[in-house]
């Protein structure tokens, strides 16, 4: 055996310098692998021989282009499992010897594989050169050789990974006592239901306060409902904080009104609480409500509806005569109200005769009135004439008398 070992190892060498042996048998060696490879990809050929009769040592010398192809790795084949000295590769090119010591090859079997990268797009071809040797007991069985030609393509676009899916998170605060965050409501006990749906939080927490986004501070479960009471009237707050982790966080924050006190006394006056229907009157009223405002007023006359308005009068036109008790209530946004009550008469309207009499009796006493205002001053300026001259005269002749004595 150990003699085998030592001639099959000279042969080798001498083989590998001398050149082309005798031919005792007719075997060829070639590379097999795949003809197309992607840019990137790494794959592996292998050095092949075939016809082989009692083979026990193979030498393949290659080549390959080493702009498109990186030799990564030479390996021997397990029939020949054996390397040779002399074996290696470079820039280029390969050289792999193999040898048996025991059972020889006959036909066909895989001696050495070759592992490469493909560097860049082209077409590479693999071949064996000189050098390249089939051996049987020191005589060379080589007849023929071949090589491999691969296509060398685009890589692909990177795939990209398929998106995990991300649980859709949503997350619902509301009131069913207090539905309508714009409305006011009569009620200090709010009930507040929460949700959060998708991903799972670490925590969640509730508070109240009437601050738009005050703090939440009891913590709760991830859905719920809470009954809370408002100490007093106002606009106040429910507010839910979910932290998914120290840096998310997510709030809610609901509005809800509440009005549990009526407007503020007030007063309803008429504009004449004596008249006659053709003359225009109207009842004048005009609440304040302190939180959610007055939205409205009923007018009753004698406990009949007559109007709903938001305006603070109402005219009183065509009522017969009589007495009238009026009732305005005042309701402000949250349906809390207050009234108050006043009363006028109508008088009733005289017959067209009767009329006519008092207007004529009027215009006589006024006419004789007239007349007895200029008469008396006539007679106060012709008294003053009369005196004015009477007492010139006397005047005139007292002085005259005077002068005689």
Excluded at 222 to 238: F, N, Q
Excluded at 306 to 335: C, H, K, M, Q
Aim: charged share 20%; glycine share 8%; proline share 6%.
């Amino acid at each position: 055996m150990l003699s085998r070992l030592c001639s099959a190892l000279v042969l080798t060498l001498v083989l590998t310098c001398a050149g082309f042996p005798v031919i005792a048998q007719a075997a060829t060696a070639g590379v097999s692998g795949p003809s197309q490879v992607r840019v990137g990809t790494t794959f592996r050929v292998n050095l092949v021989i075939s016809g082989a009769k009692d083979v026990d040592t193979v030498r393949f010398v290659g080549t390959f282009p080493a702009d498109l192809l990186e030799l990564q790795g030479m390996a021997n084949g397990s029939a020949l499992p054996n390397r040779s000295p002399g074996s290696g590769s470079g820039n280029g090119s390969f050289n792999l010897g193999a040898f048996s010591l025991g059972a020889a090859v006959n036909g066909g079997a895989t001696v050495g594989t070759l592992t490469f990268r493909a560097k860049k797009t082209g077409e590479a071809v693999i071949s064996l050169v000189s050098g390249t040797t089939i051996l049987s007991a020191g005589e060379s069985q080589l007849t023929g050789q071949g090589g491999l030609r691969i296509a060398i393509t685009e890589a692909p676009p990177p795939s990209e990974a398929p998106a995990i899916p991300v649980p859709e998170t949503k997350i619902t605060l509301a009131s069913p006592s207090h539905p309508n965050e714009n409305a006011w409501y009569a009620n200090r006990t709010v009930a507040v239901t929460w949700d959060v749906t998708g991903r799972r939080p670490q925590a969640v927490y509730i508070g109240f306060d009437q601050a738009p986004e005050g703090p939440a501070e009891e913590r709760r479960a991830e859905r719920g409902e809470i009954a809370h009471t408002v100490p007093h009237d106002g606009v106040w707050y429910a507010h839910l904080v979910v932290r998914f982790s120290a840096t998310e966080i997510e709030r809610r924050d609901f509005r809800f009104q509440v009005d549990t006190t009526p407007p503020r006394a007030f007063a309803v006056v008429a504009d004449h609480t004596d008249v006659v229907p053709t003359t225009p009157n109207a009842l004048r009223f005009a609440a304040l409500d302190d939180a959610s405002g007055v939205r409205a007023y009923d007018v009753w006359i004698n406990d009949v509806h007559v109007t709903s308005t938001a305006e603070n009068a109402f005219a009183l036109i065509r009522l017969p005569a009589g007495e009238y008790a009026a009732r305005v209530r005042a309701t402000d946004a949250a349906g809390n109200s207050a009234e108050a009550t006043t009363s006028f008469r109508i008088l009733p309207v005289l017959p067209a005769e009767a009329t006519v009499a008092i207007v004529d009796g009027f215009r006589d006493a006024a006419v004789r009135w007239i007349l007895t205002t200029i008469i008396a001053i006539m007679l106060f300026f012709s008294g003053y004439w009369y005196g004015r001259t009477y007492f010139q005269k006397r005047r005139k002749s007292s002085a005259q008398k005077r002068q005689k004595f």
